[in-house]
């Protein structure tokens, strides 16, 4: 299955500010995902990334917010824009290789 | 409506003896996949055993095993021989079709083992 780097794995960041996170994929992958879970509660999609073009959003997130970019096959980011302390998540990406799902390590994001 | 439903919490088990997480799903597409996945404190997802909406025998994987029915629409988890590291958060998740890649994740039931 393939490896994901996900990077920063944590950050303490000032309301107002933005936040990129990375991920890196060892292997070429064509669906890759982004996930919001809030502290206790369980993984939300944000997005799926796509290769190309613009990524698609799920109901309650946008791109303004939440912009992605997905420039090859292995790579992908997630920006946190106009940070708010209600963003304070775990942030984490996902790959489908076949039938399994690999997760990168997270992003723990603490807003103050 | 919950796609993905995990009614228990909270869920505590003596080490060493078997014990079952409760999953059940919504959905009208005849293909599906439904996953399980453990969440330790320090915050990655680790998968830990899949069972597509064909596949006649229940899956397993090792002390896992998944407890399908079709027909009730459940998905529970059986993890035997529980040890104490096997304490953590479990997701329920689901993905609708053959070709979508979204999962939609249930609620999470913790799990603390007691020695």
């Known amino acids: 299955s393939a490896v994901i780097s996900q990077k920063p794995s944590r950050d303490i960041c000032q309301r107002g500010t933005s936040l990129t996170i990375q991920c890196q994929v060892d292997?070429?992958?064509?669906?890759m995902f982004w996930y919001r879970q809030q502290p206790g509660q369980s993984l939300t999609l944000i997005a799926t990334?796509?290769?190309?073009?613009?990524?698609?959003?799920e109901s309650g997130f946008v791109i303004d917010k939440f912009p992605i970019s997905r420039p090859n096959l292995t790579f992908s980011t997630l920006t946190v824009s106009n940070m708010s302390p209600e963003d304070s998540s775990i942030y984490l990406c996902?790959?489908?290789?076949?039938?399994?799902?690999?997760f990168g390590s997270g992003t723990r994001l603490t807003v103050v | 409506a919950q796609k993905i439903t995990q009614t228990q919490p909270g869920m505590f088990v003596q080490e060493k003896e078997a014990v079952t997480l409760d999953c059940t799903y919504d959905?009208?597409?005849?293909?599906?996949?439904l996953f399980w996945y453990k969440q330790p404190s320090s915050g990655e997802m680790i998968f830990l055993i899949y069972?597509?909406?064909?596949?006649?025998q229940n899956a397993t994987e090792g002390r896992y095993s998944l407890n399908f029915q079709k027909a009730r629409k459940s998905a529970n988890l059986v993890i035997s021989a529980s040890q104490l590291g096997d304490s953590a958060m479990y997701f329920c998740?689901?993905?609708?079709?053959?070709?979508?890649?979204?999962?939609?994740f249930g609620q999470g039931t913790t799990l603390q083992v007691k020695p």
């Open positions: 996902s790959v489908r290789q076949g039938e399994g799902y690999t």
């Open positions: 292997s070429q992958v064509t669906m």
């Open positions: 998740a689901m993905r609708e079709g053959a070709d979508t890649g979204k999962l939609i």
């Open positions: 990334a796509n290769q190309g073009s613009e990524a698609t959003y």
């Open positions: 959905t009208s597409d005849p293909s599906y996949g």
């Open positions: 069972q597509g909406s064909y596949d006649q």
